[in-house]
């Protein structure tokens, strides 16, 4: 059973920046991908970025330009840094692990809430 471990988070004022963590563990199958996906009340979960294990990563059109993830050379940890933080922002980020295998899982989210 794959566990994602979330760490990071919190409170920033507008403009501000705040970092996020994952850490993978309990997979024997090879990740495939990782990445970070975001809930507003009252919204769809969606995605914000994602990175293959060949760096490859995409990012939704509302945080390109504010957004970076990044992947630890061992593929099992993913980072995502955020600037210049926007009220809009504030949601439940949660990390999303793909295995090779095609199976998905799913961290329990770590809050972001972003003052005006």
């Known amino acids: 059973q794959v566990q994602l471990e979330e760490s990071g988070g919190g409170l920033v004022e507008a403009g501000g920046s705040l970092s996020l963590s994952c850490t993978a563990s309990?997979?024997?199958?090879?990740?495939?991908?990782m990445g970070w996906f975001r809930q507003a009340p009252g919204k769809e979960r969606e995605l914000v970025t994602t990175i293959t294990d060949g760096g490859m990563s995409i990012y939704a059109d509302s945080v390109k330009g504010r957004v970076t993830i990044s992947r630890d050379n061992g593929g099992n940890t993913v980072y995502l840094q955020m600037n210049s933080l926007k009220p809009e922002d504030t949601a439940v980020y949660y990390c999303?692990?793909?295995?090779?295998?095609?199976?998905?899982?799913w961290g329990q989210g770590t809050q972001v809430t972003v003052s005006s």
């Open positions: 999303r692990t793909l295995l090779q295998s095609g199976h998905l899982y």
């Open positions: 309990g997979n024997s199958i090879p990740i495939t991908s």
